[in-house]
DNA sequence: CAATATACTTTGATTACTCAAAGTTCTCAT
DNA sequence: ATGAGAACTTTGAGTAATCAAAGTATATTG
């Protein structure tokens, strides 16, 4: 049985591979995703490869085994899930949701989430609009666009809102930047750093790159 | 911040006390509680003391502070809150809730508490018919009256069941032994160390006076 | 190609638990 | 009041996770 650590450890490496596209994770990302400093990182990839969850490349990177990969996914799963519970049942706000579901996710037993998501009627995606992996482990893949990625003139719907931090959450909300929202690019100054966006009929407002980076669009 | 391993003492302190009606608790039994070795036990009191959530009597037992029975009453509140969700709005089956909320009475914090007992319409008690404390930490008090005490010819009433053994209560509902249902006591044989009860219109049976004592009653 | 900066690993120590087994004190029945 | 047994405490050792700081490899850049 994994330690509620050892699950962290692996759920913040399959979000790195999901955001990176890249299935080799390098040390420093998870040490940094997981506030750790990298020498306890690296003596627990060394753990984590003996017990069979990853493969170790010594000053290269992790890569999950099948078996890490499905308790990761299932992390992932825990997480979304509940945090649609908290929001759609229970009422809590979407900034706050992200820090809650962290600690329940590791105490929920498999069979008490079957009936959590049955009860919530099997959603497909949770109220940051990124999507659930099924009870086998397979996940919708994600918008590879952000709002960055847009012109000028062009006019997208958000798909999710890839950041945790309720300050951010909380700023998105009242810009009214949330998962079906659609939104008009009105310019993007690549040299300026800033693309200027209209929701609806609202003033319109600027994002930095960094914030725009954060907000995943389709076409 | 206690660690939940701080928080299971407590709890099983506050359990003890109330069972036996009795604020000194001895070592023995919170370490057979916690199914730990009385050597563990002693060490941790010795921490729980140090850091003010229980006086400690050598040789004699423990006492909890003031905060150290807030925080026990806290987590029995939140234990008994998440069995009542757990059956009510999942469908959980009564006899296996108590090791699920056992996990999950560490990872949620006051604010999502707040929410599910509002959400649970404020609830009284849980689904074995213990009392739930308010938040303020109040407890209503127990019977004292088990069905090991009642006559033969009474009719009383069942308040509780006081075992969490998924094997008993499995037993109990097959029998009709649960909350609010009324029981005739046919015939109560001391010597012979059992009870003969009488359920609705259901056979007759019989309880050995280790199982009716753990059925709370009113008259 | 050497110097440096970056990324990673190793080492030694700490914290919060845990157990087994040896040692101590207390109680109570003779 | 004494000696046996129960209940408790102490001791020594182990596990899982962490950090700070020192050490090593790799990449970059002048």
């Not at 579901?101 to 105490?107: C, D, I, K, N, S």
């Not at 990124?130 to 893949?141: A, D, E, F, L, T």
């Not at 693309?195 to 319109?204: E, F, H, K, S, W």
């Amino acid at each position: 049985m994994p330690t509620s650590t050892v699950e962290n450890y692996l759920k913040q490496i399959l979000i790195v591979s999901l955001e990176t596209n890249c299935p080799e994770v390098p040390m420093g990302k998870v040490a940094q995703g997981l506030s750790v400093t990298s020498g306890t990182a690296t003596t627990m990839f060394k753990n984590l490869a003996e017990n069979g969850w990853l493969h170790y490349y010594p000053r290269r990177g992790v890569r999950l085994t099948r078996k890490g990969k499905a308790l990761a996914m299932n992390m992932l799963r825990r997480h979304r899930l509940l945090e649609t519970f908290l929001v759609e049942t229970l009422g809590l706000d979407w900034s706050e949701i992200h820090q809650e579901a962290e600690e329940l996710e590791h105490a929920i037993s498999e069979k008490v989430l079957e009936k959590l998501d049955e009860f919530l009627g099997r959603p497909r995606q949770d109220p940051h609009g990124h999507p659930i992996p099924s009870r086998g482990g397979v996940i919708r893949r994600s918008s590879t666009q952000s709002l960055l990625s847009c012109k000028a003139g062009s006019k997208v719907t958000i798909e999710s809102i890839t950041d945790q931090e309720s300050d951010f959450l909380k700023f998105a909300r009242k810009k009214q930047l949330f998962p079906g929202q659609v939104v008009s690019v009105l310019s993007h100054e690549k040299l300026a750093d800033a693309i200027t966006l209209q929701v609806g009929g609202a003033a319109p407002f600027s994002l930095g790159s960094r914030s725009s980076e954060k907000i995943l669009v389709q076409a």
